[in-house]
């Protein structure tokens, strides 16, 4: 424990320390607002406001925000050389790579609860729907580490940081159209349907927008996202005990 929390204060410090963490910030807090008084304009008591509004814009954008967080976590170790000088420390692997990893989680997670303010002005507004708010967030504070996981294997894979960032951004959005894919094949009839729920379960959609985002929460979708995180953050870790066999 004390290895990946080393690991990870470090982390921590280097992300509030890089402007192009509160560039991302910036440009993601600018762009919601936006969005937001928009939605409130158009609403303006003709319909319920929606608690779900601002976690769900913030999972659609993980494809740009996650990649963004995670390109430099391995990329530039290996890339500086650094990262065969910080695998001689006395820690493992895993820890080094759950450190790395709950770092970007944590400042996804702020950016998480700054988007929370949102939430208090719809309070203010009317009179929002408290558990599908909860699903809304739990839900997206799941989906923003399972995609963040799943980004630092391509950032583990290359030295590259905008080939780490375009692979893992490709990668979040193959999995987020998921349903369109399970559309096409159920319309294409040579297949059975089996093939087709099969396809839509993988897909990060089927285990958000149609549950959590709506306030059920069902431990399928938990788990998914819990196995998806340590299925990702084992392979990127496998990856890296390659690199130091080889070194």
Known sequence: MRAIFAVFKR?????????????????LLLFLGVLFNGYVVQ??????????????LLTFLTF??????????????????????????????????????????FYYTMLLLVS??????LTQIGVPDQGAAFGAYFGAWLYGGAVLAVSMIWSAITEDQVVAAFLGAATILVL????????????????????????????????????????????????YFVFMMIGALFITTRIVETRRWRA
Not at 12 to 24: E, K, N, T
Not at 43 to 53: E, G, K, Q
Not at 116 to 121: H, Q, R, S, V
Not at 195 to 220: Q, S
């Open 11 to 27: 982390e921590v410090g280097l992300y509030f320390r890089s402007p192009i963490a509160y560039a991302i910030a910036f440009a």
């Open 43 to 56: 609403a303006n008591s003709r319909f319920p406001a929606d608690p779900t509004f601002a976690p769900s």
């Open 64 to 105: 740009l925000i996650a990649p963004l967080l995670t390109m430099r976590l391995l990329a530039e170790e290996s890339r500086e050389g650094t990262l065969e000088v910080l695998m001689t420390l006395p820690m493992n692997e895993s820890a080094f790579i759950i450190g790395k990893f709950l770092a970007a989680w």
């Open 116 to 121: 929370a303010i949102y939430y208090l002005i």
């Open 176 to 223: 987020y159209l998921a349903d369109v894919a399970a559309i096409w094949i159920a319309g294409q009839g040579t297949t059975s349907s089996a093939t087709a729920d099969f396809v839509r379960e993988l897909g990060l959609p089927a285990h958000y927008d149609a549950t959590l985002a709506r306030g059920i929460v069902r431990a399928e979708d938990i788990l």
